[in-house]
């Protein structure tokens, strides 16, 4: 396995793909640093996907709505037994989230929020040209995604990317940008020669 400071060439970045997926637990998971994770992430994925478009009539609501019915059922009849028979009950963790999770989940989107509303104030006002062209291209490129696909298996196909895409790329980086800089190459000479053969034309003509 490379290391992570391996420098990436690819583009013309000097950092690894691991920097640049911002070197932490998602980037670990993400390039397979952490195999049984990583795995483990797309082997839900895809058989998620199997259940909920291949068995007919289910859904991820009535999945979660069972799985959490069969969940409490099982802790209930566990919870009174063990009142019965004096054992222990069952080992349910105390389930609490702090304020101050709490706080910096809220400042955390609020502050995107805050930024979502400032750009769009911005392209409004038409203070931002090339942001108002981004989104408008992002905005363009959904809705045609939209027509071709639904949300849920585009949720799906994108997780899949994610988890196979980057790991291939790093995998294949060295021969990626050797054929990019050949193929770069190559089109400069097409220029070259398309730009050569358009003065000897304006020599003719002239």
Known sequence: MDSPGRSCRLFGA???LHDLLGGGTVADVVLWRRKEVAGGLLASVVASWALFYCVPGYTLLSFVSQVLMILLAVLFVWAKAAQLLNRAPPPVPLMKISGKSMSE?????GNFVNKVLQDFGNIALGKDSSL????AFVLLLTSIVGRLTDLITLVYTSAVIALT??????????????????????????GRACEECKCKMTKRMS
């Open 132 to 135: 108002f062209y981004k989104v």
């Open 105 to 109: 989940a809220a400042e955390i989107v």
């Open 165 to 190: 895409v980057p790991a291939m790329l790093e995998k294949s980086e060295k021969h990626i940008a050797r054929f990019l800089e050949i193929a770069s190459t190559y089109v400069q000479e097409c």
């Open 14 to 16: 000097q950092r690894s």
